[in-house]
């Protein structure tokens, strides 16, 4: 069981700079690939980053490319997401997820464990 802890957001103005932590529980965290997606009411849950076990892959949405950089602590057993040139558009529910496995995905369906998420406002 692995459970994920978000912090970090807020509101910034358009142009500005955030930076997400995720804190996981357990002493497997590097056993983890791990992402971050974002959810705005009434929408779809949507793939923002992700980082490999290892750290050593990460892949990123076409949207947030060049802006957001996405790393892992493992001797303090965090993720964090570094969000650069912010965007109106950015604005959502940001959510750390938790997959037990090499890959990462981009889809929501095969991580395993979920933050509760963390509110980033941008306003223009």
């Known amino acids: 069981q692995v459970q994920l802890v978000e912090s970090g957001g807020g509101l910034v103005q358009a142009g500005g700079s955030l930076r997400l932590s995720c804190a996981a529980s357990g002493r497997t965290f590097s056993s983890y690939a791990m992402g971050w997606f974002r959810q705005d009411p009434g929408k779809e849950r949507e793939f923002v980053a992700a980082?490999?076990?290892?750290?050593?892959?990460?892949d990123y949405a076409d949207s947030v490319k060049d802006r957001f950089t996405i790393s892992r602590d493992s001797a303090r057993n965090t993720v964090y997401l570094q969000m650069n040139s912010l965007k109106p558009e950015d604005t959502a529910v940001y959510y750390c997820?938790?997959?037990?496995?090499?890959?990462?995905?981009?889809?929501?369906?095969?991580?395993?464990?979920w933050g509760q998420g963390t509110q980033v406002t941008v306003s223009s």
């Open positions: 980082i490999s076990r290892s750290g050593r892959v990460t």
């Open positions: 997820a938790a997959r037990n496995g090499v890959s990462i995905p981009t889809m929501t369906g095969p991580y395993d464990y």
